[in-house]
Every structure is written in C-alpha cells, then in structure tokens.
C-alpha cells in the first residue's frame, strides 16, 4: 500500500505538507491535456510556496511504448530532481513509477521488461490521478508498448508502489465524458476481475468489494454531471481502492485479451477493457456465479428470494446498462479492425499468461477468437 494517501475537498494542499523542507526539486510528470486544462496551476503553485524547485516534463505520449518510456527517463534523470511528482492519467503515473527506479541510471526500461525485480527505488514518488479509473496511483504496475511484440506488457514490482498520493475530485470537473466514461469503466474492470481472479483472497475483496459499490453507485453523475464533486471523489477513491484489489489479487481475462488491442490499434485502454468486460464476464459466469451473486448483493443489497444465477443475471444486466448509457463504444470494427486481424489477435491474447492465469473459467484458443469475434461485431 502507499505510504500516505490524502483525499476530500482541497487534498492539493497537502502538497506543502508532504514537501516543505524534505525535497529541494521536484520533477512533475504530466501531458499537455492536463497543462492545458489548467490543472498544473495550483500543484505549481503549492511547491512554490514550499520552496521546491519544479522541473514539468510534459512531452509524455498518451500509451507510451518501452523505448518512449526510456526517452523520458534520460530527461527526467538529467533535472537531478530528488522527488518526483506525476498528476495525470495512468500512463503519466506509470512512467513516473517506472522513474523512480531507474534514476540511478543502472538500468533501462527493457531491462526491466526482462526482469522487473530489478528495479530499486531512487526517488519518492506524489501521485495525483486526474481520471478516475487506472488505480495506478496504488499499484506497483508500470504498463507500456513493446512495439515489436504489438501488445502491451506489465511490469511489475514493489519498489513502484507510491510514498504519497493525493485524491482531489476537484482536479476531475472538466474531465471530458468520454474519457471519464472510458477510465471509470476500466475501474470497474478491476475491481469485477480481482474479486472473480483465482487470486482472490480476504485482502483483495474487501478492496473490489468496497470499490464496485462506489463504482455501481457514482459513475454516471460522476462522467455526465462536471458539478458532482462528490461523486467523483468516490470514482476517485473507488479506482484507489481497485488498484489496491490488483496488488494483491490480479485482473484477468479481459486485460490479457485487451492488450492486443492497445499495443497494436492503439485504442485507449480504458475502452479496450469496457469493450470486452461484459463478453468476457458472460463467459465466466458458469465459473464465478458465487462471486457474482455476492457482488450483487453488495452494490444492490440481499436479495433472499432470487437465486445466485438470476444475482448473476442481474449484475451483468446492470454492468450493460451503464456501459450503454455511458456511450462507450462496443465495436472493434468502430476503429476499423476487422477479420482479417483476428489470428494476430488471438495469438497475442494467449500470450499474456500472467493475467489468463488468473481467470476463473480457462480460455482457449477457439474461447478467445469467439469473444473477439463478439467485439468486432458490437
């Protein structure tokens, strides 16, 4: 778990308190999305006041690949920052994480793809989400393209998890639909995959558990209502909690068969995963209706006189309706991906054993091209 985590209405302010004569520079990781939004001003401003030197890399791509990665790396060890703060989305996160061990310029980020272990922390890490959904702000996960292999690859290793984190809904007001849609649904991803993983454990589920219900309860005035600040600092403390749920259980079929998706075509994780969660879901439901059923009691309340099958029904039902009325899209051939792609598809999918592993229903080759083949029809 992070070290400290503040959260509510002005948790900004906590900046002073983290920095204020512990750190005399400050690398602040972020994109142009969220310099432009204005979001940079008050963290700036706070670090100012602290008497922190601040360096912003902000020419960080949207999903980087490994040897983007690398690039930012060499900038970021250049600023000779002795802190690292990173407010943006998952990928701004990762690479920030990913930062913090590789400051000592002993090791490069293929490296680590190799053998994650590696890595020892150098630097503390802030993290500041601006979406609610990745939850990377609590893992020890770093994702990133491996541009010859066309997939996504996680890297994994404790010496990543935050020294601090900060979650400020107010930092999500102008946050497009779209993206807060497409991010939300990726939490609820994660806190659906954790608590039906084989890794599942007491730990992992109260997380899932507690971060589904908020989910359930928030996303849509929290994607479609810029004034429901409340609601968005549940999403916030929802994809927190999830990203905890992942540490120590692990996500499943539907992010192993999703990083095709993002390596290769480049769609938005967050799509990618909404894209395929309710297929996938439906697939296992013959291996996780007792999960199930009790997710549904605890995002709808007990149910005595239903069955677990017909809970089950229910919340795959209830998981559609937001999908839907959230406007994500539900087809592959949206981003022009047809047939033709789905061997390569297939193939790569079945190659992310860590996350296959964990699913509670095996898939199989014939499994997988039929659940893409589900996606690229809508």
Do not use: W
């Amino acid at each position: 778990m992070p070290g400290a985590v503040y959260s509510g209405r002005g948790a900004l302010r906590k900046i002073r308190e983290i920095t204020e004569g512990r750190f005399k520079k400050a690398a602040l990781f972020t994109d142009r999305g969220v310099e432009q939004a204005g979001l940079l001003k008050i963290p700036l401003e706070i670090l100012n006041e602290a008497g922190v030197e601040t360096v912003v890399i902000t020419d960080l791509p949207a999903e980087p690949n490994c040897d983007e990665a690398e690039q930012v790396m060499e900038r970021f060890r250049r600023t000779g920052a002795d802190f690292i703060v990173a407010a943006g989305g998952g990928s701004v996160m990762d690479v920030a994480k990913l930062a913090s061990i590789t400051a000592d310029g002993s090791l490069t980020v293929r490296q680590l793809l190799e053998d994650p272990g590696l890595g020892r922390k150098c630097v503390p890490t802030l993290m500041i989400p601006t979406t609610a959904g990745t939850g990377s702000e609590a893992t020890m996960n770093s994702i990133v393209a491996v541009p010859e292999k066309q997939l996504k690859v996680g890297i994994v290793n404790p010496e990543m998890i935050p020294d601090y984190v900060i979650l400020d809904g107010s930092l999500l007001k102008n946050l497009p639909r779209k993206i807060a849609a497409a991010t939300g649904v990726d939490a609820m991803a994660h806190a659906v995959e954790c608590f039906t993983s084989n890794k599942a454990n007491p730990f992992s589920n109260l997380f899932a558990k507690e971060a589904a219900k908020l989910i359930f309860d928030n996303i849509e005035a929290a994607c479609e209502d810029p004034e429901a600040e409340e609601a968005k600092t549940n999403m916030l403390i929802a994809a927190f909690y999830a990203g905890a749920a992942i540490s120590s259980s692990g996500t499943t079929a539907v992010h192993a068969l999703s990083y095709p998706l993002g390596g290769k075509y480049h769609i938005p994780h967050g799509v990618s995963n909404a894209m395929l969660l309710l297929p996938v879901m439906r697939f296992n439901k013959s291996a996780c209706l007792k999960e199930f059923a009790e997710l549904y009691d605890t995002v709808v309340g007990k149910e005595l006189q239903i069955t677990d099958e017909e809970k089950a029904d229910r919340l795959l039902k209830r998981m559609e309706e937001i999908i839907r009325r959230l406007e994500i899209p539900s087809s592959l051939s949206t981003f022009g991906i047809g047939t033709d792609a789905l061997e390569e598809l297939v193939n790569a999918g079945m190659d992310v054993k860590r996350l296959l592993n964990n699913n509670k229903r095996e898939i199989t080759h014939e499994d997988a091209r039929r659940l893409y083949l589900e996606v690229m029809h809508g």
